[in-house]
């Protein structure tokens, strides 16, 4: 039952207990709804609109990221969730990365800073993505699979801000 957050259950899912500072913060933003998303838009739309996204699937990558901060998919394999910060579709990047699939897929790992080494820096600027995260083609992580969470933070109006979304599109 993950209706209710406990410390023992994230214990019992994890190693060690999480820290107390980590513990408070979890009941302060219970996830209410998860969301299955499909497609570069709708992700970018949940992103935009401060849902949190996690990535299941069983992609490798690279532990070297390139001069952008791009790692490239190996042929190991690993079956890993990850958290999906941001979307770069910006024209510069889909000139430099013409077989994406439409742009780069920010991940980050929680395996910590040290999994991976290389260049920060996000093409065309001087800004850095985050320790222990990586750009990913779209075309090597598009198969994933993606949810959209939210908190009790993320309602309008009494409504999901999923509800809201879907109600949108249709």
Known sequence: DLTRYTKA????WGKRPPPEELDRLGRMHL????TRVSGMEQLRDFISAGFGITSCGSQSFSSVRDENGVSRRTRAGWSHAMSLLAFDSRPTTLERYPRCGGGLGLLVNSWGKNWI????????????IPHG???AQWSDIKHRSFYAMSSAMAQRHGQSLSTLYIQKKI
Request: hydrophobic share 35%; proline share 0%; net charge positive.
């Open 31 to 34: 996830i209410r709804t998860s």
């Open 117 to 128: 080494r290389g260049s920060r820096k996000i093409l065309g600027t001087n800004l850095l």
């Open 133 to 135: 995260s990586f750009w």
């Open 9 to 12: 259950t994230a214990t019992k």
